[in-house]
């Protein structure tokens, strides 16, 4: 058996950053896939980021500021990192302040809450980076003028979302390892084949794992965890499966995934010993990935 990479992995680390994970965030033909929540919230036609002709305008209504976010949640995964950038406008007449918010909740700020007042008419691009909640797998973005006087305005464009996690560092952090029981499946892409005897976690119960910088070429386990976990079942350890969060184990071409094999030398993880009986404790001491220089 040996060292096998998921094509979700292989693809992400050769390159996966670019598709987008908010439906419509030009605005290209209507405001479907946003809801208004307070105020006016809607597709305008004009000059919009990059030559477009629509982008989103939030107007006053009275003294409520106007304010919109995504209709449906966005399926996210816990404890990964995300890259949203979008185009913000005050415009020359009534333009006032914009607000951007991420959430786990419609209109929710717990992620990150910014404020822009750049200068009047001229579109201004914005970028920023994130790391979802521990138990989080959806959020919602908001936008929104940062006053309620009547009639104020800001406009909003090239809404997008993406995936910002590149390294194996970051896409495995706060995943899991689980030992399985006979041979690995053929790809890691594939539904775990054996018995599951052992999920290793950072604190032994739930807390997901991570990764010390790498070094020489090699990705280390964190020192400062004791990765370990509780047996489920009594068998003899084949293979091991390496997950970032969130995976349900089934059939999948995008999840990031590493299988290999196990033994007690000589394999991509040593045990002490390959018997594994219900109920005890299963600890890794050693655990890391090298990337060959040829």
Known sequence: MALRLSTGLRNKILGITTTNLVTNGDFGTDFSGWTQLTGTAQRATGTGANGTS??????????????????????????????LTYYYQKPTSSGVAGMV??????????????????????????????????????????FQTNTAVASDKCWFDEIRLVD????????????????????????????????????????GTAAGLSFDDAAAGTLTKAAAETWSGTAVATATAGWFRLTAPGDTGASSTTEERIDGAVATSGSQLNMSSTSITSGAVQTISTFTITMPSE
């Open 101 to 142: 918010s991420v959430g786990a909740t419609s209109g929710g700020s717990e992620i990150i809450s910014v404020v822009h007042n750049d200068t009047a008419g001229s579109w201004v691009k914005k970028e920023y980076t994130f790391r979802t909640g521990a138990s989080q797998t959806s959020l919602y973005l908001s």
């Open 164 to 203: 910002a996690a590149a390294s194996l560092q970051e896409i495995f952090f706060k995943g899991f390892i689980q030992i399985y029981s006979g041979s690995q499946p053929t790809l890691p892409d594939n539904v775990p084949s054996g018995t599951l005897l052992c999920t290793i976690y950072s604190d």
């Open 54 to 83: 629509s982008y989103a305008e939030c107007v006053n209504a009275g003294s409520a500021s106007a304010k919109f976010t995504n209709a449906s949640a966005v399926t996210v995964k816990s404890s990964h990192l995300y890259k």
